[in-house]
Nanobody, 122 residues
Framework: QVQLVESGGGLVQAGGSLRLSCTFS????????MGWFRQAPGKEREFVAA????????AYADSVKDRFTISRDNGMKMVYLQMNSLKPEDTAVYHC???????????????WGQGTQVFVSS
């Protein structure tokens, strides 16, 4: 079982930026694909971004492309989500996720953190 702990959420004005962080509890994070999902009130959880174990392959939801960037530091066992040009519709609880396959990390990872709240005011 993987433990994932997110941090970095908060309140920001539209147009602002936030960086979310996720710590990974296993001895090695290298073999895991990592990602971020979000869930807004009254909506289903949705895919935001994913990175393969090396960080060279990434994927983004269309709604965040060119605004959000996923990165990772395997040595520090950390995954990040840099969020720029935030919009009120980005308001959600953001969850870090881990999976052993690429298909899983972009759809149903199975390993989740508790989440961190992001609120974007207009």
């Amino acid at each position: 079982q993987v433990q994932l702990v997110e941090s970095g959420g908060g309140l920001v004005q539209a147009g602002g930026s936030l960086r979310l962080s996720c710590t990974f509890s296993r001895p090695t994070v290298r073999t895991y694909n990592m990602g971020w999902f979000r869930q807004a009130p009254g909506k289903e959880r949705e895919f935001v971004a994913a990175s393969d174990w090396s960080g060279t392959k990434t994927a983004y939801a269309d709604s965040v492309k060119d605004r959000f960037t996923i990165s990772r530091d395997n040595g520090m066992k950390m995954v990040y989500l840099q969020m720029n040009s935030l919009k009120p519709e980005d308001t959600a609880v953001y969850h870090c996720a881990a999976a052993t396959t690429w298909v899983q990390i972009t759809t149903t990872p199975g390993q989740w953190g508790q989440g961190t709240q992001v609120f974007v005011s207009s």
